[in-house]
């Protein structure tokens, strides 16, 4: 049973579409992020939501809208496609993580995301 | 100067080899960091936790030094299973946000 599942694993697109990324995880867990790995492996924090709340946004075009219908789910869309966008995006979800509580994640296996 | 720092290597060792990694963090204020690996087109995966006082599993050793702001992993006794990327971690406090370094590649050869 996998604990945090992405889909789709591999997406290729063209400049100017608009695409989704689903995430869930059933280890129930509270908190779920979403990250980046660019072409130089750098993973870097774009989104994080505690039980459906939005608490991380950092500097990431508005073209990406996060969301979370409920405390397993956290899916990506991403507007108008860049050439820039492709990388590996990652999910991944940790336990309630308010008040700065230190928890391990739990990663997605990532969606390949390639713009052409 | 970025939030955490790593030489990106490559590492190439032989089985049997001891190896060591370094990583370098700014913030003062960190308290807790982490070892990841992940391998190649693969998630990371948590390796361990660095505590002040040093910890140890198996093989590995991490090691934390504040006063210089770096952390180290010790791999002993390398294995051709260990070639994979190593990414040191810095937790930042708020709300549970790991800080990444890029990572720094070993290779382990027979």
């Known amino acids: 049973d996998t604990a945090v599942s992405q889909t789709p694993k591999y997406l290729v697109t063209q400049m100017g579409n608009d695409k989704s990324i689903k995430c869930e995880q059933n280890?129930?867990?509270?908190?779920m992020y979403w990250y980046k790995q660019d072409s130089k492996k750098f993973l870097k924090i774009m989104f994080s939501y505690n039980n459906k709340e939005l608490i991380i946004n950092e500097t990431v075009p508005n073209r990406f809208s996060p969301k979370s219908p409920d405390k397993a789910h956290l899916n990506l869309h991403i507007n108008s496609l860049e050439l820039g966008d492709s990388a590996v995006y990652f999910c991944?979800?940790?336990?309630?993580?308010?008040?700065?509580?230190?928890?391990?994640?739990?990663f997605g296996s990532g969606t390949r995301l390639t713009v052409v | 100067r970025k939030e955490v720092e790593q030489d990106p290597g490559p590492f190439n060792v032989p089985e049997g080899a001891t190896v060591a990694f370094n990583c370098t963090y700014s913030?003062?204020?960190?308290?807790?960091f982490f070892w990841y690996r992940q391998d190649c087109r693969k998630e990371p995966k948590l390796l361990m936790s660095v505590y002040s006082s040093g910890n140890e599993d198996g093989r590995f050793t991490a090691q934390l030094n504040r006063a210089s702001q770096y952390i180290s992993l010790l791999i002993r006794d390398s294995k051709l299973s260990d070639s994979a990327t190593y990414l040191c971690?810095?937790?930042?406090?708020?709300?549970?946000?790991?800080?990444f370094g890029a990572g720094t590649r070993l290779a382990v050869h027979p």
């Open positions: 913030n003062s204020a960190s308290q807790s």
């Open positions: 971690v810095r937790h930042s406090g708020g709300y549970n946000k790991l800080i």
């Open positions: 991944a979800s940790s336990q309630d993580s308010r008040g700065g509580a230190n928890y391990g994640y739990t």
């Open positions: 280890l129930g867990h509270d908190t």
